[in-house]
């Protein structure tokens, strides 16, 4: 479910520095208890938040993201296969994450690490993930359901995380858009994406990007 971190996330502008009371995240950012069996299936991304470079424009033209985690032959390893629609444009990467003591990590080409949040929506998977590219740390928080759609209650519950975590407000996509067909050869993407989070030019251009995408959006 990393991957979706890749694909799927959005820039701190206007909750950057913003705190929440205590008292108020009580509960709502303490890591669950999940076992290799219930992360694996089929994933529908519906939404989350993330302070990656250009992750809120990224939000805002993707119609589309699904995971499918599956075993592999080690005990621990769980390959990812994540297929995502950019308008009509279809693309897809494969990976492998290891999974122990309900946290999901990879170490490369950066660093990854993944663990799952309580969330109002049964048969839900709500994942925050902590990313290091260098010298730059990132974080997002990913909304994931398993029948493409999630209740009102888990949607306003994930904005409030957002704000203990001090994270941007929540994007959510639309899933009853048409997704991506299953047949589409993946790439190793991952490679790719490190390069980008490592360009610091790039990073700087996204964040622009991203506040201009956000003051004409809302």
């Known amino acids: 479910m990393k991957t979706c971190a890749a694909a799927v996330v959005l820039l701190s502008l206007f909750s950057l520095g913003l705190s929440a009371p205590q008292t108020s995240c009580e509960g709502l950012v303490n890591p669950i208890t999940i076992s290799k069996e219930e992360m694996l299936g089929r994933w529908v991304y519906n939404g989350g938040s993330s302070d990656i470079p250009g992750s809120r424009s990224l939000a805002r033209l993707m119609t589309s993201v699904w995971l499918d985690i599956t075993p592999t032959s080690q005990e621990n390893v769980l390959n990812i296969l994540q297929t995502q629609k950019i308008y009509i444009a279809c693309s897809s990467l494969t990976y492998n994450m290891t999974f122990e003591n309900s946290i999901m990590l990879m170490e490369q080409p950066f660093y990854l690490k993944e663990v799952y949040l309580p969330t109002e929506c049964p048969g839900c998977l709500l994942a925050y993930e902590e990313i290091i ?3 730059d740390n990132f974080k997002s928080l990913l909304l994931f359901s398993g029948n ?3 209740p009102p209650a888990a949607v306003e519950m994930l904005k409030r995380q957002a704000v203990c975590l001090q994270m941007p407000s929540p994007l959510m ?3 009853n858009e048409d997704s991506c067909p299953d047949n589409i050869t993946p ?5 790719a994406m490190n390069s980008l989070l490592d360009a610091k030019m790039g990073q700087r251009f996204a964040r622009l990007l991203d506040s201009i995408v956000d ?4």
């Not at 790439?187 to 490679?191: I, V």
């Open 133 to 135: 590219s260098g010298n």
């Open 148 to 150: 493409n759609s999630v």
């Open 173 to 175: 996509i639309n899933t």
């Open 187 to 191: 790439s190793e993407g991952l490679s």
């Open 215 to 218: 003051f004409f959006m809302n």
